[in-house]
C-alpha cells in the first residue's frame, strides 16, 4: 500500500514539475518574440532641412528671436507625419553665434498638434546641446560668425499620430538677457525617409515671410504589436489551459 501511495505522489510530482517548466518555456517564448520586436525599433530624423544650405552670398538669412517677442513675435514651423505613430526624441534647430546673438539655453520650444477646435499643446522641449553634425558655417572655418546645431529634448513624453498636422513654436522669453538668432533656409528642400511632409515657417518677423526655419524631427516608431508576439502569447494561454 505504501509503495501505491509512493508511485503517485511520484508521478504527482513529475505532472507538476513539467507544468512548471512549460510555463518557463512559454514564457521564454513570449520575452523573445518581444525582445525581437524591440530590437526593430530605432530613433532617427523623420523631417529634415538641415542641408537645405543658403544659396546667396553671405552666412545665411539669420533671424532674431527677441526677449518677450518685442519686436519680432515668434517662428511657427509646421510638419506633418506620414503613417504610423512616433514619440518624438528631439527637435533640432540651427543657431548662428556671434557678438550679437547667443543663448539657445533661453528659448522656448513647444510642440502643438492642429486640430479642428485650434492648437493642442502636446509639451515643451529643453535641455539643449549640441549636435555634433556639421554645419554649412562650421566655427572651425567661420570663427568670427559661425552656425551650430542644437538639440532640444521633450520634457516628457510626447507622441505622434498618424497623417496628422503639427506646428513648432519657438520663442524668448521677457526675461531672457539677450537675443538669439535662428537659421532660415529660401526653399523648400527637405528630406523624409517616410513620407513626411515640412511647410513654409510662419513668423513674425516679415523678413522671414515665405522661408523655411532650419528645422529637424527626431522620433521612434512606436510598433503595434506582432503577429509572432501575439500568437507567442495565444500559445502561452493555450499552454496553462492544456497544462490544467
Not at 508521478?11 to 512559454?26: A, G
Not at 538669412?61 to 518677450?68: A, N, S, T, V
Not at 505613430?85 to 543657431?95: G, M, P, Y
Not at 510598433?223 to 502561452?236: K, N, Q, R, T, Y
Request: aromatic residues 14%; proline residues 6%; contains cysteine.
Amino acid at each position: 500500500m505504501q509503495g501505491i501511495i509512493h508511485e503517485i505522489q511520484k508521478q504527482d510530482f513529475q505532472m507538476k514539475s513539467m507544468f512548471f517548466i512549460k510555463q518557463k518555456l512559454w514564457l521564454l517564448v513570449v520575452i523573445f518574440s518581444l525582445a525581437a520586436v524591440n530590437q526593430k525599433v530605432e530613433a532617427i530624423i523623420f523631417v529634415s532641412n538641415l542641408g537645405d544650405f543658403w544659396t546667396e552670398a553671405g552666412i545665411g538669412d539669420i533671424e532674431g528671436l527677441f526677449p518677450g517677442g518685442n519686436h519680432y513675435g515668434t517662428d511657427t514651423a509646421f510638419f506633418t507625419t506620414g503613417a504610423g505613430n512616433f514619440s518624438v526624441n528631439a527637435i533640432t534647430l540651427e543657431f548662428a553665434d556671434d557678438s550679437s546673438y547667443s543663448a539657445p539655453q533661453w528659448v522656448n520650444v513647444q510642440l502643438f498638434q492642429q486640430t479642428g477646435r485650434g492648437n493642442l499643446l502636446l509639451g515643451s522641449f529643453g535641455n539643449p546641446v549640441v549636435n555634433p553634425t556639421p554645419t554649412q558655417w562650421p566655427q572651425s572655418s567661420h570663427p568670427n560668425a559661425y552656425t551650430t546645431f542644437i538639440d532640444f529634448s521633450p520634457l516628457g513624453q510626447i507622441n505622434l499620430n498618424s497623417f496628422s498636422q503639427y506646428s513648432v513654436v519657438v520663442s524668448m522669453p521677457a526675461k531672457s538677457p539677450v537675443a538669439a538668432a535662428l537659421m532660415f533656409a529660401n526653399s523648400s528642400a527637405y528630406t523624409s525617409p517616410a513620407n513626411w511632409t515640412m511647410s513654409a515657417t510662419t513668423s513674425g518677423n516679415p523678413y522671414a515671410l515665405g522661408e523655411y526655419l532650419i528645422m529637424a524631427v527626431n522620433a521612434t516608431s512606436v510598433p503595434e504589436p506582432s503577429v509572432f508576439g501575439l500568437l507567442a502569447l495565444g500559445c502561452l494561454f493555450f499552454g496553462f489551459r492544456r497544462s490544467k
